[in-house]
């Protein structure tokens, strides 16, 4: 069983940032794609980015240009660096891994992870 932990959430002015970390278990981290996904209040569960075992990374549209995520194998962890943020990016956030590497996956839709961390809650404040 993988365990993933997400911490770095917290209350921003608008405009700022703020950098979100991903521990996953497991001795094969390094062929995980990990992804964020966010959700809002009556809002349902939408993806944010995702970074694939060969470091490929993709983004949704609305945070192309001001999120970055970024991986470090030796440490089991993946970053998401948050910048510029606006009171529409206020959502619980959640890091999902999905555990083996399936090519034909696009890995943006919740049902392509295998687990699943227990959210970090990002304020943005107008």
């Known amino acids: 069983q993988v365990q993933v932990v997400e911490s770095g959430g917290g209350l921003v002015q608008a405009g700022g940032s703020l950098r979100l970390s991903c521990q996953a278990s497991?001795?094969?981290?390094?062929?995980?794609?990990v992804g964020w996904f966010r959700q809002a209040p009556g809002k349902e569960r939408e993806f944010v980015t995702r970074i694939k075992w060969s470091d490929s990374t993709y983004y949704a549209d609305s945070v192309k240009g001001r999120f970055t995520i970024s991986r470090d194998n030796a440490k089991n962890t993946v970053y998401l660096q948050m910048n510029s943020l606006k009171p529409e990016d206020t959502a619980v956030y959640y890091c999902a891994a999905g555990a083996r590497a399936y090519y034909s996956r696009t890995y943006t839709t919740p049902g392509e992870y295998d687990y699943w961390g227990q959210g970090t809650q990002v304020t943005v404040s107008s």
């Open positions: 497991g001795r094969t981290f390094s062929t995980y794609t």
